[in-house]
């Protein structure tokens, strides 16, 4: 049977998937501009975050 992942572990996980700064180690949530759904990702916009967490509330606080 598969290991049932805490929401920690899954946050903490992308975390250290961004902290490999594959690109730029930046990360923005955002809608896609062709309708099919939202994206969470490591980018070079000057919008982006340094963190997956600091980015996920500013999205919350930005839904309010």
């Not at 730029?24 to 000057?46: D, I, K, N, P």
């Amino acid at each position: 049977m598969p290991h049932a992942f805490n929401d920690t572990e899954l946050l903490d996980w992308l975390e250290r998937q961004n902290r490999k700064r594959s690109y730029t180690g930046q990360c923005v949530f955002r809608w896609s501009t062709t309708g099919r759904g939202w994206r969470l990702h490591e980018t070079s916009e000057s919008d982006a975050l340094p963190t997956v967490r600091a980015t996920i509330v500013a999205a919350m606080e930005e839904e309010r």
